[in-house]
T-cell receptor, first 117, second 114 residues
Framework: SQKIEQNSEALNIQEGKTATLTCNYT??????LQWYRQDPGRGPVFLLL?????KEKRKERLKVTFDTTLKQSLFHITASQPADSATYLC????????????????FGAGTRLAVHP | DARVTQTPRHKVTEMGQEVTMRCQPI?????VFWYRQTMMQGLELLAY????????DSGMPKDRFSAEMPDATLATLKIQPSEPRDSAVYFC????????????FGEGSWLTVV
């Protein structure tokens, strides 16, 4: 069956360090992958999208890689700050390939990041 | 600042009661989603609409859940009768089109069924 795996344990890092979060998937051929941030009591907020033909995407201090051979995406936050503390969700969509072009995002369970001063 | 609006934000109800959650998608967005989030299951897609037509509701328990879009500015998710296992946060989200654009989530409706 299709599966998206993110580290269930919280990631604790020191301010200023680079945080790296992992998203692995099986039995999927996603057309693209997205990363979202979710703060407690709030809805997820879109951060980055990377397509299957892209290896890397950057936005300010964020960097996402997408390895379709390894079936893995890595999400990096450089120069992390306490304000980056949140849960980060990855989401995959395969529907462009299989379902006639509509959006059906499937989310991972998320990894909680805590950045300590 | 365009955003998805959901009501109610919080709801406590007794088992067996009907619950209706409402969502106003971002103006101009033609794709609307309903997700449910729990600690155990994470974010699950319940249903979604494109141009008000239901495209997929396979994630929704059919016997008690129903989702509709009476018009382009309103989506509803109804649970009748509600059960304690329905306690979760229900998110509505919208997207400009259906080809991989950003999905914008509302702040969620926190439902507790006692």
């Amino acid at each position: 069956s299709q599966k998206i795996e993110q580290n269930s344990e919280a990631l604790n890092i020191q301010e200023g360090k680079t945080a790296t979060l992992t998203c692995n998937y099986t039995n999927y051929s996603p057309a693209y992958l997205q990363w979202y941030r979710q703060d407690p009591g709030r809805g997820p907020v879109f951060l980055l999208l990377i397509r299957e033909n892209e290896k890397e995407k950057r936005k300010e201090r964020l960097k996402v890689t997408f390895d379709t051979t390894l079936k893995q995406s890595l999400f990096h936050i450089t120069a992390s700050q306490p304000a980056d503390s949140a849960t980060y969700l990855c989401a995959l969509d395969r529907s462009l390939r299989f379902s006639g072009g509509y959006n059906k995002l499937i989310f991972g369970a998320g990894t909680r990041l805590a950045v300590h001063p | 600042d365009a955003r998805v609006t959901q009501t109610p934000r919080h709801k406590v109800t007794e088992m067996g009661q009907e619950v209706t959650m409402r969502c106003q998608p971002i103006l101009g967005h033609n794709t609307v989603f309903w997700y449910r989030q729990t600690m155990m299951q994470g974010l699950e897609l319940l249903a979604y609409f494109r141009n008000r037509a239901p495209l997929d509701d396979s994630g929704m328990p059919k016997d008690r859940f129903s989702a509709e879009m009476p018009d382009a500015t309103l989506a509803t998710l109804k649970i009748q009768p509600s059960e304690p296992r329905d306690s979760a946060v229900y998110f509505c989200a919208s997207a400009e089109d259906s080809t991989g654009n950003t999905i914008y989530f509302g702040e969620g409706s926190w439902l507790t069924v006692v």
